[in-house]
């Protein structure tokens, strides 16, 4: 059975799972779905063509859905779609997608919003992506698993946010990061390896001490940046981390890399 409180607003034509918790004056418009054991705490909107997955929880007063901030939305019926186990909290926005973007938001699991962060129009989360208060992504930003983005921090629209990778508070990020990069600054710099995540998630001292090598080589003053990841590539050809940052740097991207000062790069 799910529980309803009587001042929420529930729209004909809405789908609601098992074990649902709707609280006071939470509204879900026609095109929802809930799934199994999602709870909506009170003042909860969820509009348009949204789905949740089962197991989120969504705090008072975040807007889930509502049309994108972008001009050149027409109201075509593009979605939005929210993966399961997530904790979305107060005052969080998520948007979905345009038919610039692929027509579609998506956000995986096990990810937690903290207060006021902001998912716009056609971004791509993965897993156990962590948004703290304040954080904004812009359109079209791609955020991959275990991500943490920092309070009051913005990504630009298109930047690429690698694996396992840290963004300081307050940073502007205009370039795309690597893989289990630490990156801060008014406008990013790279400022190393996310090392205290790296150990959080149990990488092998092996692991780290390779991808501290790694780091060193392609960000050296010899030679080409193309040079660099070449060498690096075969320095490493079974080292599943450093891989992970040569397929990331040398995938399709319209943004550059996020590259350190020259003394970081020591």
Same mark, same amino acid.
């Not at 040398?250 to 020259?262: E, F, L, T």
């Given at each position: 059975m799910s529980e309803i409180h009587p001042t929420a607003i529930i729209a004909d034509g809405a789908?609601?799972?098992?074990n649902v918790s709707i609280g006071p004056y939470s509204m879900v418009g026609s095109d929802v779905e809930l799934d199994d054991g999602v709870e909506l705490i009170s003042h909860v909107v969820v509009t348009g063509h949204t789905s949740i997955g089962a197991n989120t929880r969504i705090f008072p007063f975040a807007s889930i859905g509502h049309q994108p901030q972008d001009l050149k939305y027409q109201g075509e019926a593009s979605s939005l779609t929210i993966g399961c186990n997530n904790v979305i909290r107060e005052y969080v926005t998520m948007n979905p997608g345009t038919e610039g973007g692929g027509m579609a938001?998506?956000?995986?699991?096990?990810? $937690?919003?903290m207060v006021a962060a902001h998912v716009a129009h056609d971004c791509q989360i993965a897993d156990n992506v962590i948004l703290v208060n304040n954080a904004t992504l812009a359109g079209h930003v791609s955020i991959e698993d275990w991500a943490i983005i920092g309070g009051l921090s913005a990504v630009h629209q298109f930047v690429r946010i690698g694996k396992h990778s840290m963004i300081g508070g307050k940073t502007g990020v205009a370039e795309d990061v690597i893989p289990y990069g630490s990156v801060i600054g008014n406008r990013a710099r790279l400022s190393g390896l996310n090392i205290v995540g790296l150990k959080r998630r149990d990488f092998s001292r092996e692991d780290i001490q390779n991808l501290r090598k790694a780091y060193r080589l392609i960000f050296a003053?010899?030679?080409?940046?193309?040079?660099?990841? $070449?060498d690096v590539a075969e320095l490493f050809p079974d080292n599943e981390p450093v891989q992970d940052i040569i397929n990331f740097i040398?995938?399709?991207?319209?943004?550059?890399?996020?590259?350190?000062?020259?003394k970081d790069a020591a």
């Open positions: 789908k609601i799972g098992e938001t998506r956000i995986g699991n096990n990810c $937690l919003f003053e010899e030679g080409t940046f193309a040079e660099r990841i $070449l040398n995938a399709d991207s319209s943004r550059a890399i996020c590259q350190p000062k020259m």
